[in-house]
């Protein structure tokens, strides 16, 4: 007998015990073949090879024999070449997709897996968490956005940067994507007003719960409804609704668009030499989202969209840092140890006592407006914006160009006695008339 592997030798023993259990006419040989798995003919050839080459006709005659769909071990080779020298940082799908169409190694996803994962060049995941329902993306663009800030170290350098990215649910389409510093109200705000401007109007904007975003009193629990945070009130103002998430497996598909981000992105810019937030935003922005799209987006499940048309024409007030605060006896306003000067307008005398709101912009300039009226706009010292130059030039075209001399005036006369008593007299007689 030849030496057989003892899995091998298990599996026919137990084909040995149905044959003998179908010859005893214990059970049916139709019963004998669904029990090993096999069609009735296949079970009629078993026993027959049995009857004729005893226990060697019961193994599989496929053992000791090469597949005829084995791959070369060259292939294997440079396929384990590439990976460690030039890919070594890619993940199992992004790799194959490079083999398909960089280096024309046509292999299956699960080929190139198991053989990384049998070099020790790619760990093997761990088993997933609890099975959870899925939700049903929305059916129309624009009814929900995903917004959410991925910490990574993109540029491999050791130092860690938040990507920025707008989703949308029903077609997984990128509209934003931006590296930035730190994730803030700012960048936030930047974020979602380049998706107004570029797209339009939209429904709701499911995000966690960071604190730019809500206020959580106690950890784990809901958020505060009475308490609004300035993106809250921006969104409040264009009339967009805010969904909080509680668990990061409710935003599973920003999630999931995150792990995809972060297993390709780092490793287009290391090919491209990019090591610096404005070259790798530039890239973004001219390439790599359309890139990202075409290859991920998927069609919506009816047609048309969800957006509408902004009519609002102060998204700089909108998406600015909105506080209140009450005009001094002098007509100044305290805003962040900053003395900001109100000057006299046509419309009132003073604004002594009157609440005002005191906007910062994303560019750090301020503004203080009452009811309607931009009453003062500053630098981020407080120091007022003037315009001389264009003063200047509002006061030539006024003058025609023409420098206008001082003339003396000649002094006003006092009326005499006799002058002011004829008057004082004629407004007498126009009374009594």
Same mark, same amino acid.
């Given at each position: 007998m030849k030496h057989y592997s003892e899995a091998a030798v298990e599996r026919m023993m137990k084909v040995q015990e149905v044959i003998m259990r179908a010859l005893a006419k214990k059970i049916r040989w139709y019963e004998a073949a669904e029990i090993l798995g096999i069609s009735v003919r296949q079970m009629k050839r078993r026993k027959d090879r049995w009857d004729r080459q005893g226990y060697d006709g019961l193994f599989d005659r496929r053992l000791g024999k090469p597949s005829p769909k084995r791959v070369a071990v060259s292939v294997v080779e440079e396929v384990l070449r590439l990976y460690q020298e030039q890919y070594y940082d890619l993940h199992v799908k992004h790799f194959h997709e490079k083999l398909k169409h960089e280096h024309n190694i046509k292999l299956s996803y699960t080929w190139v897996k198991t053989a990384l994962q049998t070099a020790g060049l790619v760990q093997r995941r761990g088993r997933r968490s609890k099975h959870r329902k899925r939700r049903e993306p929305r059916p129309l663009p624009g009814m929900m956005l995903h917004i959410d800030g991925s910490k990574h170290q993109w540029f491999k350098d050791g130092c860690y940067y938040d990507l920025i990215v707008v989703l949308d649910d029903a077609t997984n389409e990128i509209y934003y994507a931006q590296l930035v510093a730190a994730e803030s109200t700012f960048t936030v705000m930047a974020a979602l007003r380049a998706v107004l401007e570029t797209k339009g109007l939209f429904c709701s904007l499911y995000c966690d719960r960071a604190s730019h975003f809500f206020l959580t009193p106690k950890a784990g629990e809901r958020v505060s409804e009475q308490h609004i945070t300035q993106v809250g009130r921006a969104l409040a103002e264009l009339g967009i609704r805010l969904i909080p998430a509680y668990s990061p497996q409710a935003r599973g598909r920003s999630e999931r668009c995150f792990r995809t981000w972060q297993g390709r992105l780092p490793q287009e810019l290391r090919l491209r030499g990019l090591a610096t937030l404005v070259a790798a935003n530039e890239f973004l922005r001219e390439?790599?989202?359309? #890139? %990202?799209?075409?290859?991920?987006?998927?069609?919506?499940? #009816?047609?048309?969209?969800?957006?509408?048309?902004?009519?609002?024409?102060?998204?700089? %007030?909108? %998406? +600015? /840092?909105?506080?209140?605060?009450?005009? !001094?006896?002098?007509?100044?306003?305290?805003?962040?140890?900053?003395?900001?000067?109100?000057?006299?307008?046509?419309?009132? %005398?003073?604004?002594?006592?009157?609440? @005002?709101?005191?906007?910062?912009?994303?560019?750090?300039?301020?503004?203080?407006?009452?009811? =309607?009226? $931009? $009453?003062?706009?500053?630098?981020?010292?407080?120091?007022? /914006?003037?315009?001389? !130059?264009?003063?200047?030039?509002?006061?030539?075209?006024?003058?025609?160009? *023409?420098?206008?001399?001082? @003339?003396?005036? !000649? =002094?006003?006369?006092?009326?005499?006695?006799? @002058?002011?008593?004829?008057?004082?007299?004629? *407004?007498?007689?126009?009374? +009594?008339?």
């Open positions: 390439h790599y989202i359309a #890139e %990202f799209n075409r290859q991920f987006t998927r069609p919506a499940q #009816e047609s048309g969209t969800a957006f509408t048309t902004c009519q609002r024409k102060d998204l700089d %007030f909108v %998406f +600015a /840092l909105l506080h209140e605060r009450t005009v !001094a006896r002098d007509n100044t306003v305290n805003y962040g140890n900053r003395v900001l000067q109100i000057e006299q307008t046509k419309w009132r %005398f003073s604004l002594a006592g009157c609440k @005002v709101n005191v906007y910062e912009h994303a560019n750090q300039t301020l503004s203080v407006v009452y009811g =309607p009226h $931009v $009453v003062g706009r500053y630098d981020q010292h407080g120091v007022p /914006l003037a315009q001389p !130059a264009l003063a200047q030039a509002q006061r030539k075209k006024a003058t025609g160009g *023409k420098k206008r001399s001082a @003339v003396e005036m !000649a =002094p006003l006369r006092k009326a005499t006695k006799n @002058v002011a008593s004829r008057r004082g007299l004629e *407004k007498s007689r126009s009374k +009594a008339a």
